[in-house]
């Protein structure tokens, strides 16, 4: 049974860092792609970061240059490295696996993935 759980999430202040991990239970998450999104209410979900088992990342322009996908293979644990923190980071922050090894052209679409986590909030202040 596929199971993904989050933490790391919290209140952080703007310019702020904070590392959300995900902890992959029933399968080895290097052999997928493995993913981050946020969704704030009202709005849909948003990818933020995937890495495939390659190794290869993608990120949202909006991350770019202040967020870190990685992932630690002998933890079976997935990273999301986030630096210089704004307020609009502000989020439900999700971990995703998608049912193939590569994330491909259309990563960023939530609807592509099949497996996630609860959710770990992320609050950032001005």
């Known amino acids: 049974q596929v199971q993904l759980v989050e933490s790391g999430g919290g209140s952080v202040q703007a310019g702020g860092s904070l590392r959300l991990s995900c902890a992959v239970f029933?399968?080895?998450?290097?052999?997928?792609?493995m993913g981050w999104f946020r969704q704030t209410p009202g709005k849909g979900r948003e990818g933020v970061a995937v890495?495939?088992?390659?190794?290869?990342?993608n990120y949202a322009d909006s991350v770019k240059g202040r967020f870190t996908i990685s992932q630690d293979n002998a933890k079976n644990t997935l990273y999301l490295q986030m630096n210089s923190l704004k307020p609009e980071d502000s989020a439900m922050y999700y971990c995703?696996?998608?049912?193939?090894?590569?994330?491909?052209?259309?990563?960023?679409?939530?609807?592509?993935?099949?497996?996630w986590g609860q959710g770990t909030q992320v609050t950032v202040s001005s």
């Open positions: 995703a696996r998608k049912a193939t090894w590569i994330c491909g052209g259309n990563w960023y679409l939530p609807g592509t993935f099949g497996s």
């Open positions: 890495v495939d088992n390659d190794g290869r990342t």
């Open positions: 029933g399968y080895t998450h290097s052999w997928y792609c």
